[in-house]
């Protein structure tokens, strides 16, 4: 993040707020991104469960969750660089998380980032 003004930072910030808000209902009309990532949110989920067996989806804090969905679908589908995705998504469970989100979301997404294909390992 290099400035809480960065127009990507706010689409992110938009993003994931109403990506909270779609946990506990159905919002209308939600941007592209939003509606990308509630298509896929099983997916993402079973990735988010091999990265962190210990920690069943549904005992999962919702904002921390939806945090991941959203870096997970950037890591695979942006041309954003990996780290930038991470320290993005850490950004945002410092803001809108608990005390530990961002320790989580950090080790979740490294281990998802570990994981994946060597296709964008050197950035």
Same mark, same amino acid.
């Given at each position: 993040?290099?400035?809480?003004?960065?127009?990507?930072? &706010?689409?992110?910030?938009?993003?994931?707020?109403?990506?909270?808000?779609?946990? @506990?209902?159905?919002?209308?009309?939600?941007?592209?991104?939003?509606?990308?990532?509630? *298509?896929?949110?099983?997916?993402?989920?079973? &990735?988010?469960? *091999?990265?962190?067996?210990?920690?069943?989806?549904?005992?999962?804090?919702?904002?921390? &969750?939806?945090?991941?969905?959203?870096?997970? @679908?950037?890591?695979?589908?942006g041309d954003t660089p990996?780290?930038?995705?991470?320290d993005e998504a850490v950004?945002?469970?410092?803001?809108?998380?608990?005390?530990?989100?961002?320790?989580?979301?950090?080790?979740?997404?490294?281990?998802? @980032?570990?994981?994946?294909?060597?296709?964008?390992?050197?950035?």
């Amino acid at each position: 993040m290099k400035t809480a003004t960065d127009p990507r930072h &706010l689409r992110r910030r938009e993003a994931v707020k109403i990506l909270f808000a779609e946990t @506990y209902t159905d919002q209308p009309n939600p941007p592209e991104l939003v509606q990308k990532i509630i *298509n896929q949110k099983d997916r993402l989920n079973k &990735l988010i469960s *091999n990265a962190a067996p210990q920690w069943p989806i549904d005992k999962l804090n919702k904002i921390d &969750l939806v945090i991941l969905w959203l870096a997970i @679908y950037e890591l695979e589908e942006g041309d954003t660089p990996p780290k930038v995705i991470i320290d993005e998504a850490v950004e945002l469970a410092k803001e809108f998380g608990s005390e530990s989100s961002s320790s989580f979301i950090n080790g979740v997404l490294g281990t998802i @980032y570990k994981e994946e294909p060597d296709k964008d390992k050197n950035e």
